[in-house]
């Protein structure tokens, strides 16, 4: 078997067969010849993508490929360099959103977990979640302050809500425990339930899978299918590539800042710029 040859049964024995793809629904994301440059470094550079409604769709790439810098340029912590985000909001049609503020973006619909875990960790649980509703609520200040009815309506929703969206990941049971008690895996969830309750959209997920067991990882699994089952979109970072290919129904790959192949789990799987990134070439 030669060098390549090599590489390719390598590669191929960590990814498993993907599951049947889902249906591609009109887009909801586009991303236009998006850069960030940080004064010389390009560490993102002309990168386009879509993302369509009801799906999984996957940026992979090795550590530094500029994944996350995508997530930030399109999620508001800083602007692109140049190029367009347009996200097709479902009453007001395409909106620009490349420079918006975080908070803005997120009330039109799009969020996003951290590579790093961002949690209350001093708070309980269903308290964390609860953050999330913060977007939508109409309360004001002296809403706030008097605890007027409407205030006091909304808290016990949001209280309601939050309750739900535990139980729908998995952590009712841990609802008035301490974030910081929970496991790594769990606080992974934990996440994953606040930014749904931000009434997201797209759910942008950076690396849900890190730090977890191989137990964690399947039940990480059969979440995200569960969140597209009952009408969500997800684009997602992640480096376990069992994950990837057994949830995603379109793949992008990036390295040093710039896409090398994008397409569905199979073709990704076997394109040979892929195996190249992931695995290097050996020198003959």
């Known amino acids: 078997m030669n060098d390549d040859l090599e590489?390719?049964?390598?590669?191929?024995?960590?990814?498993?067969?993907?599951?049947?793809?889902?249906?591609?629904?009109?887009?909801?994301?586009?991303?236009?010849?998006?850069?960030?440059?940080?004064?010389?470094?390009?560490?993102a550079h002309d990168i386009s993508l879509t993302v369509r409604r009801g799906q999984i769709t996957s940026l992979i790439g090795p550590n530094?490929?500029?994944k996350t810098t995508c997530f930030n340029a399109i999620t508001g912590i800083f602007p692109p360099t140049r190029?367009?985000?347009?996200f097709h909001h479902p009453e007001r049609g395409p909106v620009p959103i490349a420079g918006l503020r975080p908070d803005r973006i997120c009330q039109l619909g799009v969020a996003r977990t951290f590579q790093n875990i961002r949690l209350f960790p001093d708070l309980p649980?269903?308290?964390?979640?609860?953050?999330?509703?913060?977007c939508r609520t109409r309360s004001g200040l002296w809403?706030?302050?008097?605890r007027l009815p409407g205030m006091l309506r909304e808290e016990a929703e949001a209280h309601e809500a939050a309750l739900r969206y535990l139980d729908?990941?998995?952590?009712?049971?841990s609802a008035h425990d301490l974030a910081t008690n929970l496991s790594y895996g769990d606080q992974r969830r934990l996440e994953?339930?606040?930014?749904?309750?931000?009434?997201?959209?797209?759910?942008?997920?950076?690396?849900p899978a890190a730090g977890m067991n191989p137990s964690e990882t399947e039940q990480l699994m059969e979440l995200i299918r569960r969140i597209c089952d009952l009408g969500g979109t997800v684009l997602l970072i992640e480096h376990d590539m069992k994950l990837v290919m057994n949830v995603s129904d379109r793949i992008y790959v990036m390295d040093h800042g710039e896409l090398i192949a994008e397409g569905d789990p199979a073709a990704v799987k076997s394109n040979p710029k892929v195996v190249e990134a992931y695995l290097g070439v050996q020198e003959r």
Do not use: M, W
């Open 7 to 43: 590489a390719r049964a390598k590669i191929s024995d960590r990814l498993s067969a993907p599951r049947e793809l889902r249906t591609a629904g009109p887009p909801l994301l586009e991303v236009r010849g998006l850069c960030r440059y940080f004064g010389g470094v390009r560490a």
């Open 168 to 173: 729908f990941v998995g952590l009712l049971a």
């Open 64 to 66: 530094g490929a500029g």
């Open 83 to 86: 190029g367009e985000v347009v």
């Open 125 to 134: 649980v269903v308290e964390n979640v609860k953050v999330g509703f913060h």
């Open 192 to 207: 994953i339930a606040r930014a749904l309750a931000t009434h997201p959209e797209l759910l942008l997920l950076d690396e």
């Open 143 to 146: 809403g706030t302050v008097l």
